[in-house]
């Protein structure tokens, strides 16, 4: 062979899956999308109001503040180091796109890599405002569900059953890969 010659990618190992059942493929997609959801539903209840955890009249689109509800209600160690947030518009705006964009992403399938890690910061901020916990010594849904956010992330589960095996293909994940 020469120097400039080339050996062909192996399509095999292009398509070869992480996990090698399709039934755990499903479950984790499946796991991912509930994620997805729990997050989008959020970001919609706060910002329509729509009577779960957000009254109407306290929606973000008629004038209401996303994280007062939350942070306001602290009474922990470092409750205090959130007050400035409490109805800040920056932490308003930070909050809902996040909420959104990490949804949207888990949904779709589409930047896994930064929904996972933007999802797991603010899970973990979550975690943190809310010590010590009043149930629980330690353990709480944010901690599991930002586990399981790492693990769908290394399980490739955005490409069953969303579109991550087409956004890992395209030329700008593919010159960036974090955004994978």
Do not use: C
Request: aromatic share 10%; net charge neutral; charged share 10%.
């Amino acid at each position: 062979m020469s120097a400039h010659t080339t050996t062909p990618r192996n399509t095999s190992e292009q398509t070869r899956h992480v996990v090698g059942s399709p039934v755990a493929r499903h479950a984790l997609a499946l796991t991912r999308l509930s994620i997805g959801w729990i997050f989008l539903w959020a970001f919609l209840d706060k910002l329509l109001g729509l009577g779960f955890s957000t009254p109407a009249e306290e929606a973000w689109l008629n004038g209401g503040s996303p994280t007062t509800g939350y942070l306001s209600s602290l009474d922990g160690v470092f409750a205090g180091l959130f007050d400035p947030m409490i109805g800040a518009v920056w932490a308003d705006v930070l909050f809902m796109v996040g909420l959104g964009a990490i949804g949207a992403a888990l949904m779709s399938g589409i930047g896994q890599r930064v929904a996972t890690v933007t999802g797991v910061l603010l899970l973990m901020l979550m975690y943190v405002a809310a010590l010590p916990l009043p149930s629980n010594p330690f353990l709480t849904d944010y901690i599991v569900m930002s586990l399981a956010l790492i693990g769908l992330l290394y399980a490739d589960s955005a490409k069953t059953l969303g579109l991550g095996r087409w956004w890992s293909s395209t030329s700008l994940v593919q010159r960036f890969p974090i955004l994978r």
